[in-house]
């Protein structure tokens, strides 16, 4: 690898190694590390976040909830189309980021943060289309009618394969539509995930809209995830067995969950 591909060679604001929490980059008691897959290098000692700071991270998405789904759907697209904008004006050093970190070619990290942008401007269009509908009564004096909602503080739970779709995808259309989130991303790839954070930041979304909690202890985050009222969805994308656990400490405070579970993804890797 050439000199001008490294760490270092990245912007420091895309290469956060701590959390963020009411638009706040903050770190934990203790820290784990992150290195390249492609030859074990250290790359960066990211912040070990737990249950103290979801919670925190909790408070700060119920809080910045209740003026961010107040907004118009048009000040909430303006802002989603400008973090797109900054992942777009960002691509090379994201894509970068992402090979060293997770270790795909450079074409396809950068073709999958595009990918991620044009998710977000898709999720600003469809925010445009939400509509409700009215429908027939029984009664002459009634008139039924459904409106639509953002549910509330969302929790998000993503895989390392696809660092920054995963992330997007979750977040974008839940931002979108009015809600908050507290994102808890891979250990394997924090700073894809702090970048994007950065990136929101950039593009003038509220503190508290979006909370990231890095932590190489994922039970102690999830079991706040799980079990505080204030989170009304969880998104989980992972194995079938931590899929069964979350829906399980999940259920007494009833809330609506999305799950993608276990899979397979053979390949082939040449000499």
């Not at 909790?58 to 697209?77: C, E, H, I, M, N």
């Amino acid at each position: 690898m050439s000199e001008n591909m490294t760490i270092e060679s990245i912007p420091a604001a895309l290469r956060n190694t701590n959390g963020l929490i009411n638009g706040l980059w903050v770190s934990g008691k203790s820290s784990f590390p992150d290195y390249n897959p492609a030859n074990g290098d250290l790359l960066a000692e990211i912040t070990a976040m737990g249950a103290e700071e979801t919670v925190e991270a909790v408070a700060a998405a119920d809080q910045a909830f209740r003026s961010w789904s107040k907004l118009t759907v048009a000040a909430r697209v303006a802002a989603i189309y400008r973090w797109a904008q900054e992942i777009r004006n960002h691509s090379e050093s994201l894509a970068l980021l992402m090979t060293l970190e997770q270790g795909k070619p450079l074409a396809e990290a950068e073709g999958e943060w595009l990918h991620g942008a044009r998710c977000l401007e898709w999720y600003a269009e469809e925010a445009q289309r939400v509509h409700g509908s009215t429908l027939p009564s029984n009664q002459e004096n009634q008139r039924n009618l459904t409106i639509s909602q953002p549910v509330g503080v969302m929790a998000a739970v993503t895989p390392w394969n696809f660092p920054a779709v995963s992330i997007l995808v979750k977040c974008g259309a839940a931002i979108t539509a009015g809600c908050t989130v507290v994102l808890k991303p891979s250990e394997e790839t924090p700073l894809c995930a702090s970048a994007i954070a950065e990136l929101a930041l950039a593009a003038s979304i509220p503190a508290g809209v979006l909370n990231v909690i890095p932590a190489n202890d994922p039970a102690s985050v999830g079991d706040v995830l799980t079990q505080d009222p204030r989170v009304k969805m969880l998104s989980f994308t992972g194995s079938t067995a931590v899929g069964r656990l979350l829906n399980t400490q999940a259920a007494p405070t009833i809330k609506k969950v999305a799950m993608e579970l276990g899979g397979n993804a053979p390949f082939i890797v040449f000499e």
